[in-house]
């Protein structure tokens, strides 16, 4: 991996969203690996560098899409937990939910979330909402350079 090409870290539980999702990021033919976890812990893991992913190849991801209702650690427990971390906060999230609760909305902006995206019903609203998301965060985003904390 060249070092300006930084993992998507996707965290989602739900099967059929998860291969939507990694169709729709295919489809833009980002150059960018695309790391998945199923669940809060291990995206927490995977960040962290610990567990499943210790050794694993450093680096921050461009982004993580995160999904709000997780197993075992919730999406908004994820989120808070990154952004009050000095070592994880500059990392863009960007929450991608069916949730249309305000409260979802309003605790996630609250926590720091860079973007907040209600995955559309339609198939292809939803292929072309995260085919966006992959451009803007894998191509179009300029992160901090590697090594500098925000």
Not at 78 to 96: A, F, G, Y
């Amino acid at each position: 991996m060249t070092a300006s090409l930084r993992p998507i870290l996707l965290v989602e539980d739900n099967p059929k969203d998860l291969e939507l999702s990694l169709a729709a990021l295919a489809r833009c033919k980002l150059a960018n690996p695309i790391e998945v976890a199923r669940d809060g812990a291990e995206a927490l893991e995977y960040l962290r560098g610990s567990g499943a992913w210790q050794g694993r190849d450093s680096g921050d991801p461009a982004v993580v899409l995160l999904d709000l209702k997780l197993p075992k650690v919730d999406g908004l427990e994820v989120l808070e937990k990154v952004k009050s971390d000095p070592l994880l906060r500059h990392i863009p999230v960007v929450m991608l939910t069916s949730s249309r609760e305000e409260r979802d909305l309003v605790l996630s902006y609250q926590f720091g979330v860079n973007s907040f995206v209600v995955k559309p019903v339609d198939f292809t609203a939803f292929l072309q909402a995260i085919q966006d998301l992959g451009m803007f965060w894998g191509v179009l985003n300029e992160p901090p350079p590697r090594g500098v904390r925000a």
